[in-house]
């Protein structure tokens, strides 16, 4: 295949069978130019990009070193996850990486709010926003905060094939860190991000959020509920809060049923 535009020394735009394909590769185009052949051994990464201009512009306008990393990144992502990544990451984490660099660089840390419940919601994902910033660092001896191995987790659920839109995403994120700091203010506690209930309600809030959209059958019957209310009026009142920030902010009515799992996971946090 023909070298049909360099992008940097590691990424060439290059024809293969009459379509323009971007090939990744360290030093790929080393002492190359327009029209040289491509020795497919050099080639890591090969793909098609429906946005190939704009990850082409993206490229000639990031530090080489930025993009590097980003790919590191990514092939790393893919090995632990044992997944392909959909190809929109390598313009998604490149841009928010190279930005995020030069942000720390000048001294600016922006503060993730969502950092507890990514840790919990994504947690592979986040380990290897873990990873990716200490190989930042080991790279740059630029000392990245953990709230970017959050925002890098975010953008590597997003890039797996069933993990929605990153839009969707921090929605659902978002929606759930308010449901949590309503339990907070409720019940005036700190919570250990490392507390195993803890763990268990931001795991229940999210599949509550997503049963709401695809209805599931009902598992609580009213008889069972009822029990559950009078057993534990102060988790129930703080359910119901729950609820009325949910339906009050977002437009999200939560079903009685799932008011009940609420106020067990609510409780066992109580009495912790």
Known sequence: MKIKKILNNNAVVVSDNNQEKIAIGAGIAYQKRKNDIINPSKIEKLFVMKENEKFQKLLLQIPEEHFALSEE??????????????????????????????????????????????????????????????????KTNIKMPVDEAAFIALHLHTAKLKGGDLKQTLRQTA??????????????????????????????????????????????????????????????NCARKVANVLLKNHGILLPEHELGYLTLHIERLRKR
């Open 175 to 236: 929606i759930i860190g308010s449901m949590v700091q309503t339990i907070k203010d409720s019940l005036n506690i700190e919570i250990d991000d490392d507390d195993l209930s803890y763990q268990r309600l931001i795991t229940h809030l999210r599949f509550a959020i997503s049963r709401i959209s695809s209805p599931e059958p009902q598992t609580i019957d009213d008889e069972m509920l009822k029990m559950i209310t009078n057993k534990f009026p102060a988790a129930y």
């Open 73 to 138: 990144i990514i092939t790393h992502a893919e090995e632990s996850l044992g997944a392909k990544l959909n190809d929109h990451i390598h313009i998604a984490l490149t841009d928010h990486l190279s930005f995020a660099i030069e942000r720390v660089r000048d001294g600016i840390k922006l503060k993730n709010k969502l950092l507890h419940e990514i840790k919990i919601l994504y947690k592979r994902e986040f380990d290897i926003g873990m990873w990716a910033i200490q190989h930042i660092e080991n």
